[in-house]
């Protein structure tokens, strides 16, 4: 399995960047996607999910309703549209995958078996 995390730069507060999650070696369909991040000093906190077949979706409350999650089942990618963006919002961006996750536990890191190398978001105010 190898989720590849792609398009993150370094951008001023309230412009948009869009992150991508290229998928392969599982079933991408039935897989859940996630995104999370990483700031330095700081925990690994979870951004957005995706479950799998792409109905249900899950943000975190520091990012709603400026971050959106979708997904393309027929390139096995997962995007994170990302507008407004603030400074507080720099960290290393992950995704990560799993298959057999239950919705309860998608805000949780320890759920997803499969993770990404990370993208770097920097926001300049």
């Known amino acids: 399995v190898q989720l590849q995390a792609y398009g993150g730069g370094l951008v001023q507060a309230g412009d948009s960047l869009r992150l991508s999650c290229a998928a392969s070696?599982?079933?991408?369909?039935?897989?859940?996607i996630g995104w999370f991040r990483q700031a330095p000093g700081k925990e690994r906190e979870f951004v957005a999910t995706i479950f799998r077949g792409g109905s249900s979706l899950a943000y975190a409350d520091s990012v709603k309703g400026r971050f959106a999650i979708s997904r393309d089942n027929a390139k096995n990618t997962v995007n994170l549209q990302m507008n407004s963006l603030k400074p507080e919002d720099t960290a290393v961006y992950y995704c990560?995958?799993?298959?057999?996750?239950?919705?309860?536990?998608?805000?949780?890191?320890?759920?997803?078996?499969?993770w990404g190398q990370g993208t770097q978001v920097t926001v300049s105010s």
């Open positions: 070696g599982l079933t991408f369909r039935s897989s859940t």
């Open positions: 990560a995958g799993g298959q057999s996750l239950i919705w309860s536990s998608m805000k949780s890191a320890q759920a997803y078996p499969y």
